[in-house]
């Protein structure tokens, strides 16, 4: 993937972000360090044989089902490849535990939760659409009456 000017200052500004939002302080005890490792190593720490989708140099990708649920495991081989990555994935609305280097995308918040407790990490959520849609429906069906 080429890097633009534009890629390198938004993952500039997203990483700014995230290290000034970084505290001390111990609201987050029970969450455990943050699981570092390969994909495979990642999959073991939760009990799940990952059934790979993409084997590239930047990115790999399979396919998870433990307890917690059904979820989508993802390794990168940079931080800024990570992070331009769930800047375009969170626009298709999801639920994201994110980690140094990974990334367990679950369709229900329950799923990364579950997760977490055993990989750590943080959960971002992305867009969720529904509202919007509903809102321009309703929009439109009151102009047809004109």
Known sequence: ?????????????????????????DKEAAVPQMATGSLEHIAAQVKCTPDMQTDADELRQALCKNSAGKFILLTFATDRGQR???????DYGGHYLVGRKWVAV????????????????D??????????????????AAHSGH
Do not use: F, Q, Y
Request: one cysteine or more; a negative charge; glycine letters at 12%.
């Open 1 to 25: 993937m080429k890097m633009t000017r534009p890629m390198l200052a938004a993952a500039a500004a997203a990483a700014a972000l995230l290290l000034a939002g970084c505290s001390s302080g």
């Open 123 to 140: 959960i971002e959520e992305g867009t969720d659409h529904s509202a919007h849609a509903s809102h321009e429906a309703s929009e439109g």
């Open 84 to 90: 331009e990555w769930i800047n375009g994935a969170k």
């Open 106 to 121: 679950g369709e229900e918040t329950s799923t990364v939760t579950a997760l977490r407790k055993t990989l750590g990490g």
